[in-house]
């Protein structure tokens, strides 16, 4: 890479490790190692972007980040910000791409080791993850970038099958409501004679107290 675009690229890796290094906590082994190699990163950016061989120590970043319990909305974030950079140069503009593909890997990543409990939950992580992917096919097109492309269609259909998978076997919701604010037991109570479904109104609402439930919510459809 040219020097002016590597000068250019460096300080959007030096932002966007920063930015990871957000997501980081302050123990554990992945944690720490996380955190060196993100300043491994920050230190040898411009060297590594001037001899075009900076996404190796990236895609070594992004996995420690994981391996450390990042969330998904947090890489999101990282992710978000890096799409707000304007960068000039065609190899800082590389640089952005390739640290927002490598967003999106993670948070497939962290996403299919996810837990859901409502079919609710899947479609929103749908509708989320459809809009940044859309918008890295489109640019990677206009690049004609053949073989990113392919990557980023092929990632996408498989998380999208596998959230298909996931949503199918959850539980169907309903709306309910009532005139006044109840304990998710007695909710439970009311819509199926037994309150052994509590939990799954308060999981399934985001309830923050289940002794102070709102009076409209979704309800399993059992």
């Known amino acids: 890479m040219d020097k002016p675009d590597a000068l250019e690229a460096a300080g959007i890796v030096v932002r966007m490790c920063e930015n990871l290094l957000g997501t980081v906590s302050t123990y554990g082994r992945w944690a720490s190692e996380a955190r060196t190699a993100c300043g491994d990163l920050i230190a040898s950016a411009y060297t590594l972007l001037r001899n075009d061989n900076v996404a190796g120590q990236m895609d070594k970043c992004f996995q420690l980040i994981w391996l450390a319990g990042a969330a998904q909305p947090q890489i999101a974030a990282v992710r978000i910000f890096l799409e707000a950079e304007k960068p000039k140069s065609l190899g800082a503009i590389a640089t952005q791409n390739l640290g927002i593909r490598f967003c999106l890997v993670i948070e497939c990543n962290i996403i299919?080791?996810?837990t859901f409990i409502s079919r609710e939950d899947v479609d929103a992580i749908k509708y989320t993850m459809n809009i940044p992917?859309?918008?890295a096919e489109e640019i990677a097109a206009d690049d004609m970038d053949q073989a990113a492309l392919l990557a980023i269609v092929k990632l996408w259909s498989t998380l999208v099958n596998y959230?298909?998978?996931?949503e199918l076997p959850l539980p169907q919701m309903l709306s309910y409501w009532f005139a006044d604010v109840f304990p998710s037991l007695l909710v439970s109570q009311r819509l199926y004679s037994d309150?052994?479904?509590a939990d799954a109104i308060r999981d399934g609402n985001k309830i923050v107290h289940p002794a102070f439930c709102p009076p409209t919510g979704r309800a399993l459809a059992t």
């Open 112 to 114: 299919i080791n996810t």
């Open 133 to 135: 992917f859309r918008a």
């Open 163 to 166: 959230l298909v998978a996931t």
């Open 195 to 197: 309150a052994s479904n």
